[in-house]
């Protein structure tokens, strides 16, 4: 059986076995159980993780206590506090499991080192920030030019599995919107 990672990774580069194996020694598994953190709001965020299995959510708690999600994770999908990793700043985020999860994760240092020896890896993250830059500016363009109700659809139709596996709640909270207001888009 392939690896899950290197399955992904070969989505975008191809590898030898030798150098899947160069780059799985970069990386440490860590099991989570449903709410526990992985990052917490205040704290530099030296790792980067990789979902191979369960469900996570990053957020940010405002000043009056609302939480805002920003982002799902779920497998084969990359989280972290970007700002945080890359920067080494302290996050402004939180990011915690929202089902028992199993992940990869890398440090910042392991990265640079990685990407450094082998220039496939860099241009696998080039390719995944380019990706996830256009997720983010879609998300953008969303939020400025749809309706709350498109909005939700839209989350349905790419995402339709996120809906099995998160609460209405923040689902609402995804949209910005409250879960009354998300209630009344189901009817």
Not at 174 to 186: A, K, M
Request: aromatic letters at 12%; charged letters at 30%; glycine letters at 4%.
């Amino acid at each position: 059986m392939i690896h899950p990672l290197r399955q992904h990774i070969e989505e975008i580069i191809s590898l030898t076995d030798d150098e899947f194996d160069f780059i799985l020694s970069h990386f440490e598994p860590i099991k989570k159980r449903k709410h526990q953190y992985i990052v917490q709001e205040g704290e530099v965020v030296n790792k980067e993780y990789w979902i191979i299995k369960g469900c996570l959510k990053s957020y940010f708690v405002d000043d009056s206590g609302k939480e805002h999600i920003l982002q799902f994770g779920m497998e084969n999908w990359w989280i972290t506090d970007y700002e945080s990793f890359v920067k080494q700043t302290k996050s402004k985020t939180y990011i915690d499991c929202i089902e028992d999860s199993e992940l990869l994760y890398i440090t910042f240092e392991n990265r640079d080192k990685l990407t450094a020896q082998m220039h496939k890896m860099e241009r696998f993250w080039a390719k995944k920030s380019k990706m996830g830059r256009i997720a983010l500016q879609n998300r953008i363009l969303s939020l400025l030019k749809n309706s709350t109700k498109e909005q939700y659809n839209l989350l349905l139709e790419q995402y339709p599995k996120l809906f099995q596996r998160v609460p209405k709640k923040m689902i609402a909270a995804y949209l910005g919107v409250s879960r009354e207001t998300l209630s009344r888009l189901n009817s």
